[in-house]
């Protein structure tokens, strides 16, 4: 295989890992923010406590493929000497890099919050802020994972 195609290989692998977050921050933003301003501060804290244990369990995996996987087809590209494919896929990383940091150091903690609660059965007071905090960049988040995927097509498609 040439570096060519290991390099539209891997965006392709990047589009399908970062597409699994990209879809989950996308559904968080459409559906979850309404429906949750409709249940009550128990409810929001047990099902949100629940879904973050999950998810901060399962997420990483396909978002540190994404993130390797577009780091990965960057570089190749770079071999293959084609260094619009490679700042393109460079790029894609990037955004998911800056991904990253919103999550860990804004939507990360919540999470905790949330499910320290879920766990002990109880409801903070401030539920519904902390559900107003996370909720405030869910829809960057979004946009970041979705510049990058439409980023990483162009290069499995281009190369």
């Not at 392709?12 to 977050?21: E, F, K, N, R, Y």
């Not at 000497?81 to 490679?86: E, L, Q, R, T």
């Not at 499910?115 to 909720?135: F, L, N």
């Not at 960049?137 to 979705?146: D, E, K, N, W, Y």
């Amino acid at each position: 295989m040439t570096p060519a195609l290991l390099s539209r290989i891997t965006a392709l692998v990047a589009i399908m890992s970062t597409g699994i977050v990209y879809g989950t921050d996308v559904f968080c933003a459409l559906v979850q923010r309404s429906a949750l301003a409709r249940v009550d501060d128990a409810t929001l804290t047990a099902v949100m406590g629940n879904v973050h244990r999950v998810a901060d369990r399962r997420m990483p995996v396909p978002g540190i493929l994404g993130i390797v996987a577009a780091a990965a087809a960057s570089a190749l590209a770079a071999v293959a000497g084609h260094p619009v494919a490679s700042a393109t896929a460079g790029a894609a990383f990037l955004l998911m890099v800056v991904w990253v940091l919103l999550y860990l150091r804004i939507s990360a903690p919540l999470n905790r919050i949330l499910t320290a609660a879920a766990d002990a059965h109880e409801t903070p007071a401030d539920v519904r802020s902390v559900q107003q905090r996370w909720d405030h960049v869910i829809v960057p988040r979004a946009v970041l994972q979705g510049l990058a995927v439409l980023l990483l097509l162009g290069v499995s498609l281009v190369g």
